[in-house]
């Protein structure tokens, strides 16, 4: 959620603090409102992307659509059956997986750097099963680490880290300075997640560490 108003269909308050509602009926109306809003977008959206020609068919035709809710709050009253709910992983500790009725549910956190490494980390496997798949799962490889690494605490991190390989095919994993889930331009940067195991130790640069390549 954003914390923009939207006076054009009549909500003056932000985004953000709307969606906190507390089950406050004069919350969740402007709430509601916004919602509307947005899948109208969306489906404007997907209108345009129907009529436009791509190749043999259109862009809608060669495009994977993701669209969500940004308040997970009432699923379960609506028969979600919640397998988990936040796992020990940065970024993206506010993920959860269900099941309502036949259709399997992936929550992924809100941060832009948390979605996409939640996404690489879990939804890509999934749909890689549902394609019918059978190595499903990222492969980790080794590379040396770029620089010192402080010790970690009690969650697996997946560092935004740059690759270089030297001549004889070694890799080299640097991770970015700034790690805060927000900053998309250091994602874009990356190469590799790098892995630091939860509690592992202080790690000197030169000493080995496992990544996983951002690459389908």
Avoid at 183 to 188: D, E, G, I, R, S
Wanted: charged content about 20%; glycine content about 8%.
């Amino acid at each position: 959620t954003r914390n923009r108003t939207y006076p054009e269909i009549g909500v003056p308050d932000p985004h953000h603090p709307l969606s906190h509602h507390g089950n406050d009926p004069e919350k969740i109306a402007p709430m509601a409102k916004i919602n509307a809003f947005h899948v109208s977008l969306f489906s404007y959206y997907l209108e345009r992307l129907k009529v436009t020609p791509e190749g043999r068919g259109t862009l809608l035709d060669h495009s994977l659509i993701l669209y969500g809710s940004g308040i997970g709050s009432n699923y379960e009253a609506e028969g979600l059956k919640l397998s988990f709910w936040r796992i020990a992983m940065r970024p993206g500790r506010p993920m959860m997986y269900g099941t309502l009725g036949p259709m399997q549910v992936l929550g992924v956190p809100g941060n832009p750097v948390s979605s996409y490494v939640c996404a690489f980390l879990f939804l890509v496997p999934m749909l890689r099963r549902f394609a019918g798949w059978i190595d499903l799962h990222h492969r980790p490889i080794t590379a040396k680490l770029g620089r010192d690494l402080p010790p970690n605490d009690e969650r697996a991190d997946y560092l935004r880290a740059t690759l270089a390989e030297a001549p004889d095919g070694t890799l080299t994993a640097t991770p970015v300075r700034a790690q805060d889930s927000s900053l998309m331009a250091n994602l874009a940067r990356a190469d590799c997640l790098l892995i630091p195991e939860p509690h592992a130790p202080a790690a000197s640069a030169g000493s080995p560490c496992v990544i996983l390549k951002l690459r389908l």
